[in-house]
């Protein structure tokens, strides 16, 4: 029983180095982790920077009245197109382009840019309920509305007759 030694005695011979973590000091606990993400995020960003990946590469283009952001290998659905199923379509309207090199941004569309569309299928959209109401006046209209959409696969993405995707 002469070997063993209280608690205070314990704490009172450990040097300044090996000074124990407490809740005065808790950027000790902290500091380690707080290095081990940042050392990630470094190592994250400078894999992304030397190895750029082709899905990066969109354009926004303009269809059917709206501006639509598109990825090569993609399926989107569009206002209704008149076209037949698998039939290939090329829009022209091409706002801006990304790809590895950089972006290039239309003024008001990209020059020589275009978006090759594939249609996979005519499709209907939601159902969706308009419903008015005049209070005090008994006038009640209930309406639905479905829009009509087609689904296309984004097929290629070119600038210049070169696809960048």
């Not at 002469?2 to 500091?31: L, N, Y």
Request: aromatic letters at 4%; a positive charge; hydrophobic letters at 35%.
């Amino acid at each position: 029983m002469a070997e063993t030694k209280p608690a205070a005695d314990a704490a009172a011979t450990t040097t300044s180095e090996e000074a124990p973590v407490s809740a005065e000091r808790p950027e000790i606990q902290t500091e380690p982790t707080a290095k081990k993400a940042a050392s990630k995020v470094k190592a994250e960003s400078a894999d992304a920077e030397v190895a750029p990946s082709s899905s990066d590469a969109y354009a926004i283009v303009e269809a059917s009245g709206t501006q639509v952001w598109l990825q090569a290998n993609r399926y989107y659905d569009l206002d209704r197109i008149h076209a037949d199923v698998d039939a290939t379509i090329t829009l022209d309207n091409v706002l801006l382009v990304k790809n590895a090199k950089g972006t290039t941004l239309g003024t008001p569309y990209v020059k020589d840019a275009s978006v090759s569309l594939k249609v996979m299928a005519h499709r209907r959209g939601p159902k969706v309920i308009v419903y008015k109401m005049r209070p005090k006046k008994k006038t009640r209209s209930k309406n639905g509305h479905r829009q009509e959409l087609t689904r296309v696969m984004v097929e290629s993405i070119s600038v210049g007759g070169k696809s960048i995707s």
